[in-house]
Structure formats: C-alpha cells, structure tokens
C-alpha cells in the first residue's frame, strides 16, 4: 500500500477565476494559471514517497459552460507542468452528486486503483468540501487558508496561508 496525497485542483494547482465575486474555475487553457510553487509542491510529494492524485469537481461540465473537450485541455496542461499521477473528476452539477466532495468517491475510487493507505494520507484543498471529503475518507486535512475560505479556517487538520508552507510542512512528513 502506498500513503497519498490528494489535491484539490482550483486554489490549490492553479488560480481561481473569480466570477460574481465567487471562487471558479477556469473555463479554458487560456484561464488556466498554474499556482506559483505548485510545482515545489508537487515534486516535495513525490520526493517524499506519496503519490499525488488530484481530486477536482468541475460542475461547469454537468452546466454546460465547460466542454469536457476543453477541460481535458486544461489537464493535459495540468499534467505536463506538474507530475502529478492522476486527475479525478467529478462533473456534475448537482450539489446531492455522490461523486462530488464533499463525498469520498472520488478519494475512494483512487484507493481501489492505487492501493492507498490512507491511514498516511493527506488531502489538501481550500474549501470545506476538501476537508469534508478526507475526514470522510479517513485520511488528515490540510487547508490553504485564504479570504475566501474564511468559513472553513480551523477545521482541517492543519492550517497554512501559502504553498510554501504547505511545502515544508510536508517536507517533514
């Protein structure tokens, strides 16, 4: 079995698009802006001995505002700046979908292929639906904390207000 660190895309991978004064995802390549330090990160994972599997839900699919055509350009992006091992997707835009966090499908889903231990895992995301998801899964939380998440402070495992210190907190796993 191996330890997993999970990472929600948005916020974490690359930058929110703000829409409406609201946190969202881009909607094309040319939304996309890899976060500063996302690559640190990423390689302090792997370095590490954890696989990075990242866990994303992109309503803007089941909406009809994002082809799944263009968000599989923004992954293909994705995985080429960053080694990550895998991207899971939940599309619908259904807030009672199964698939989508704060539910553990997705997390789930990734253990039956990858053989994850999750009790040496980690999700790492910036909304209450990330921290949601790992508790439900059983594996440690950790929290960007951001403006926008101020709702969701103190409620992951650990909290930290940049990818840098995400970095080195997991450099001490």
Same mark, same amino acid.
């Given at each position: 079995?191996?330890?997993?660190?999970?990472?929600?895309?948005?916020?974490?991978?690359?930058?929110?698009?703000?829409?409406?004064?609201?946190?969202?995802?881009?909607?094309?390549?040319?939304?996309?802006?890899?976060?500063?330090?996302?690559?640190?990160?990423?390689?302090?994972?792997?370095?590490?001995?954890?696989?990075?599997?990242?866990?994303?839900?992109?309503?803007?699919? !089941? *909406?009809?505002?994002?082809?799944? =055509?263009? @968000?599989? #350009?923004?992954?293909?992006? &994705?995985?080429?700046?960053?080694?990550? %091992?895998?991207?899971?997707?939940?599309?619908?835009?259904?807030?009672?979908?199964?698939?989508?966090?704060?539910?553990?499908?997705?997390?789930?889903?990734?253990?039956?292929?990858?053989?994850?231990?999750?009790?040496?895992?980690?999700?790492?995301?910036?909304?209450?639906?990330?921290?949601?998801? !790992? *508790?439900?899964?059983?594996?440690? =939380?950790? @929290?960007? #904390?951001?403006?926008?998440? &101020?709702?969701?402070?103190?409620?992951? %495992?650990?909290?930290?207000?940049?990818?840098?210190?995400?970095?080195?907190?997991?450099?001490?796993?």
């Amino acid at each position: 079995m191996k330890p997993c660190i999970f990472l929600d895309r948005d916020g974490i991978l690359n930058q929110v698009i703000f829409r409406n004064g609201k946190p969202a995802s881009p909607r094309s390549v040319g939304e996309l802006l890899v976060m500063p330090h996302a690559l640190e990160l990423v390689n302090t994972i792997k370095l590490r001995g954890y696989l990075a599997i990242v866990v994303t839900n992109q309503p803007d699919v !089941g *909406r009809g505002f994002l082809s799944e =055509t263009e @968000l599989n #350009k923004i992954h293909k992006v &994705i995985k080429e700046t960053l080694p990550v %091992d895998c991207i899971y997707t939940a599309f619908s835009g259904e807030k009672d979908d199964p698939t989508r966090k704060p539910n553990p499908t997705m997390l789930l889903a990734a253990g039956k292929v990858w053989d994850i231990d999750y009790a040496k895992s980690w999700i790492i995301g910036d909304s209450i639906k990330d921290i949601v998801a !790992g *508790r439900k899964a059983g594996i440690s =939380t950790i @929290l960007l #904390k951001t403006e926008y998440n &101020i709702e969701a402070h103190d409620m992951a %495992d650990k909290q930290f207000c940049s990818i840098q210190e995400i970095t080195k907190h997991i450099k001490q796993l």
